[in-house]
């Protein structure tokens, strides 16, 4: 079993930053991709970008140039960190990590008032 635990959601303006980080504990084995998803209220949920062991970094179009994703093996931590936010990233945020399964976090709530 593997348990991811988010932390850093919140309230913030449009234009502001947040950071979001989650961590991976359990029996973990190889883990080949740590991502962050989002799922706005009736929408589905979509990928917002992900990160391979390797480093290699995967954006949906709507981010790009605007979130960092970040990991550290060591710690099996993966980061987002969310710049110029605006009000339609407003949504949960979901960890995912792909090893021998795929599991998910909690979610964690990002809201941006505009």
């Known amino acids: 079993q593997v348990q991811l635990v988010e932390s850093g959601g919140g309230l913030v303006q449009a234009g502001g930053s947040l950071s979001l980080s989650c961590a991976a504990s359990?029996?973990?084995?190889?883990?080949?991709?740590l991502g962050w998803y989002r799922q706005a209220p009736g929408k589905q949920r979509e990928l917002v970008a992900a990160?391979?062991?390797?480093?290699?970094?995967n954006y949906a179009d709507g981010v790009k140039g605007r979130f960092t994703i970040s990991r550290d093996n060591a710690k099996n931590t993966v980061y987002l960190q969310m710049n110029s936010l605006k009000a339609e990233d407003t949504a949960v945020y979901y960890c995912?990590?792909?090893?021998?399964?795929?599991?998910w976090g909690q979610g964690t709530q990002v809201t941006v008032s505009s």
């Open positions: 995912r990590a792909d090893s021998l399964g795929v599991y």
């Open positions: 359990g029996r973990l084995f190889s883990i080949n991709v």
């Open positions: 990160v391979t062991s390797g480093g290699i970094t």
